[in-house]
């Protein structure tokens, strides 16, 4: 057997090592280095969508889209709708240990590095 039984043992309590996971609680669950676009819960909660997202998400086509579980689905719909019409997939993180602000975020697979990923309130 290649690994410790106490490393094997503390996996099995504690499950595996994530890299980065404060970063991960913050962006629902992803890397800041892959967020091509965040909005907070309060822009999502608003009536309408983002309109810029439907471009983003054109110029992405493999991107993925994360929304918090902790806003009503009533908020969470028109996104959800969006990312099945679009073809992308879409992960609803109900994570109650971590509380983030962020209320949807539009990932690459890959790291980008994008510097500028949240929303002013003038632009929504």
Same mark, same amino acid.
């Given at each position: 057997?290649? =690994?410790?039984? =106490?490393d094997y043992i503390d996996r099995g309590?504690?499950?595996?090592? =994530?890299?980065?996971?404060?970063?991960?609680?913050?962006?629902?669950?992803?890397?800041?280095?892959?967020?091509?676009?965040?909005?907070?819960?309060?822009?999502?909660?608003?009536?309408?969508?983002?309109?810029?997202?439907?471009?983003?998400?054109?110029?992405?086509?493999?991107?993925?889209? $994360?929304?918090?579980?902790?806003?009503?689905?009533?908020?969470?719909?028109?996104?959800?709708?969006?990312? /099945?019409?679009? /073809?992308?997939? $879409?992960?609803?993180?109900?994570?109650?240990?971590s509380n983030t602000e962020i209320g949807?975020?539009?990932?690459?697979?890959?790291?980008?590095?994008?510097?500028?990923?949240?929303?002013?309130?003038?632009? $929504?």
């Open positions: 057997m290649g =690994e410790n039984i =106490e309590i504690h499950g595996l090592k =994530e890299t980065k996971a404060g970063e991960r609680k913050v962006y629902l669950t992803t890397l800041r280095e892959r967020v091509i676009l965040a909005l907070t819960d309060a822009q999502v909660m608003k009536p309408v969508i983002y309109e810029p997202i439907r471009k983003l998400i054109k110029e992405y086509p493999d991107s993925l889209l $994360f929304l918090d579980g902790e806003l009503s689905y009533s908020h969470l719909s028109k996104y959800i709708k969006l990312a /099945n019409k679009s /073809n992308i997939q $879409f992960t609803i993180v109900d994570d109650l240990k949807l975020v539009l990932a690459s697979p890959m790291a980008i590095d994008k510097e500028d990923i949240f929303v002013s309130k003038k632009e $929504f």
